[in-house]
Nanobody, 123 residues
Framework: QMQLVESGGGLAQAGGSLRLSCAAS????????MGWFRQAPGKEREFVAV???????DYADSVKGRFTISRDNAKKTVYLQMNSLKPEDTAVYYC?????????????????WGQGTQVTVSS
């Protein structure tokens, strides 16, 4: 069983930066694929980034070059560094963990989810 808790959300201006953290509890964190998704009001949850063994990363086209996913297995934490933020990045951001996430782009591939953290970017 894995529990995930996101933090680091808040209000930022366009062009600014935020770093989200997702702290995990439970065994075998290093063996899990970890991803970030986001959900804006009235929209479906969408893929943002994934980091899976052995260090493979993938990003949605909309965030590529601006966001970076990383993890610290000793701290059981995954991060999302968000730079050059845009108003369209405004959403609730969720981290997910799964033992077999495949490409990591699908919501159904993840076994566990955090409660989400709100990111609001003002223009």
């Amino acid at each position: 069983q894995m529990q995930l808790v996101e933090s680091g959300g808040g209000l930022a201006q366009a062009g600014g930066s935020l770093r989200l953290s997702c702290a995990a509890s439970g065994p075998s964190f290093s063996s899990y694929g970890m991803g970030w998704f986001r959900q804006a009001p009235g929209k479906e949850r969408e893929f943002v980034a994934v980091l899976r063994w052995p260090g493979f990363t993938d990003y949605a086209d909309s965030v590529k070059g601006r966001f970076t996913i990383s993890r610290d297995n000793a701290k059981k934490t995954v991060y999302l560094q968000m730079n050059s933020l845009k108003p369209e990045d405004t959403a609730v951001y969720y981290c997910g963990g799964g033992r077999a996430v495949g490409t990591g782009r699908l919501v159904v591939a993840y076994d566990y989810w955090g409660q989400g953290t709100q990111v609001t970017v003002s223009s």
